[in-house]
């Protein structure tokens, strides 16, 4: 805490992996004499820089930008752009520490990163954007590369920005590589990629319930967000049988006990995405819904709930109150949306809970996976790209039960499964390279 004052998040998320890992490391003892915790908890570095960038009005506005480069030690960094007012270097860090272990579940070649600005795009024109986004490159490009660090999007940034971004930075190297991944399908983009966070946390989910010989037909569901891995997680749920009933935005949440079926949430995508809209209009728009200002959807009777929105929205009381009304089964497409004492809450009363980490690992894949395609300048079809998604969903469930399965009581702990079967593969790669 010491080193990392005032670093809220990023304390948080490594004392929840230290805590995880910490019988491995007293069973191998060159972890241990290597310090390889220690050192995955110290970015590999922290570059931070100005952002300058003129408004509609002939203003200067002057942002901060980041890039943490946390570890590379099983493949380029690799980790979304973040542009919220909320950004700082805690965030980054913190973000940039779980996607070194989220990466490594993947089974695919990419170390750890994160990045952005405190940016708002909110309210802002589409020229604007662009000049921000210019800006923002003019800087990061230096530090970034095909086979360096590779960016993506995140909250805030989404495929328009991903273009500006690309633009610039072909604009400034001369070259086209693929430094960045989400970007248009005309120049290198992915099949599915738009999809793959929402789509491969409701996988995951399919799996856990497998496990108990259940399948989603019939459940209800509440999901957090209104925004890429919340609407593409509610298209999945929908399509394997379950009903949505709930939904939401940094405003509050709805409620639509008739479920948010394909045409609804056609609608929800449109109003939220280009047009900027608050999700309070759907009320307006769908009769029998209603509007829930300030709050967060917990409170709500459902079998299934997927934060998918941000970092720590979902409390502990939370937790008590999904789970008092009936809650079997938790999966995150947000990045640690659950905080510490809600996520004790689901382990002690041995629902299904899939971190982050893990349940949301999709998008990141299917990014590793556009990092192969331009590597080899060609790109797989829908079904070819859909299918490696599923089976990387499975193959992520999998190591999480081989590492989480708790003796013989048929109970896994998925968040201690994630943790050291992501810690294993990027601390055996550190060791192999000496003290560096
Ligand atoms: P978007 O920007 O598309 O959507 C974010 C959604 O969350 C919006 O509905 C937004 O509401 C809402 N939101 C943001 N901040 C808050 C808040 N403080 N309280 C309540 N609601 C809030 O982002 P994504 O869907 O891409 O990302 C969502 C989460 O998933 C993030 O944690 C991200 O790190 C994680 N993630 C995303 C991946 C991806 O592929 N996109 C990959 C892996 C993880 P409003 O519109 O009102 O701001």
Redesign the pocket.
């Known amino acids: 805490k010491s080193r990392n004052p005032g670093q809220k998040e990023f304390f948080e998320s490594v004392r929840e992996v230290a805590e995880d890992v910490v019988d491995i490391i007293d069973e191998n003892p060159e972890y241990h004499r290597q310090q390889i915790l220690r050192r995955m908890s110290e970015p590999d570095r922290v570059i931070s820089f100005r952002i300058c960038w003129e408004n509609d009005d002939g203003d200067i506005c002057i942002q901060r930008g980041y890039r943490v480069q946390n570890n590379n030690a099983i493949g380029p960094y690799k980790g979304?752009l973040?542009f919220?007012p909320?950004v700082n270097e805690s965030v980054l860090k913190f973000?940039a520490f779980e996607q070194t272990f989220k990466n490594s579940l993947t089974g695919l070649p990419m170390g750890g990163a994160k990045g952005g600005a405190d940016f708002n795009p909110?309210g802002r024109s589409e020229r604007e954007i662009m000049r921000f986004c210019q800006s923002f490159m003019t800087e990061l490009y230096r530090h970034v590369g095909a086979d360096r660090d590779v960016p993506?999007?995140?909250?805030?940034v989404?495929p328009r920005e991903i273009g500006f971004m690309f633009g610039q930075y072909k604009r400034i190297t001369n070259q086209f590589t693929g430094v960045l991944t989400?970007k248009g399908l005309e120049y290198g983009g992915s099949l599915i990629?738009?999809e793959?966070?929402?789509y491969g946390a409701v996988y995951f989910l399919r799996s856990m319930l497998e496990t108990q010989d259940r399948d989603l037909e019939g459940m209800t569901a509440v999901i957090?967000?209104?925004?890429?891995?919340?609407?593409h997680a509610a298209e999945k749920i929908t399509e394997l049988g379950a009903k949505v009933i709930a939904m939401?935005?940094?405003?509050g949440f709805i409620h639509d006990p008739d479920g948010i079926d394909s045409e609804k949430l056609d609608w929800i995508k449109q109003h939220?995405g280009r047009r900027?809209g608050?999700?309070s209009d759907y009320v307006d728009q769908f009769s029998g819904a209603t509007f829930h200002k300030g709050e967060?959807p917990w409170g709500l009777e459902c079998d299934i709930a997927m934060p998918?929105?941000?970092?720590n929205?979902l409390s502990g009381e939370d937790a008590r109150k999904l789970l008092d009304n009936g809650c079997i089964a938790v999966s995150e497409?947000?990045?640690?949306?659950t905080e510490r004492d809600g996520v004790q809450a689901f382990k002690q009363a041995k629902i299904l809970y899939a971190p982050?980490k893990a349940a949301?690992?999709g998008?990141?894949a299917v990014s590793g996976l556009e990092m192969s395609q331009n590597s080899e300048r060609r790109s797989w079809d829908e079904d070819q790209v859909q299918g490696l998604l599923v089976d990387i969903m499975k193959d992520i469930h999998q190591r999480c039960r081989d590492n989480g399965m708790n003796g013989d009581t048929g109970y896994c702990d998925y968040v201690k499964g994630a943790n050291i079967a992501g810690f294993r593969k990027v601390a055996d790669a550190m060791l192999a390279y000496g003290v560096v």
């Open positions: 979304g973040r919220h909320s973000l909110k993506a999007g995140d909250i805030g989404g989400g990629r738009p793959a966070t929402g957090s967000g209104a925004g890429n891995v919340a609407t939401s935005d940094s405003k939220k900027g608050e999700i967060k998918c929105a941000t970092q929205e497409g947000a990045n640690m949306p982050g949301n690992a998008g990141v």
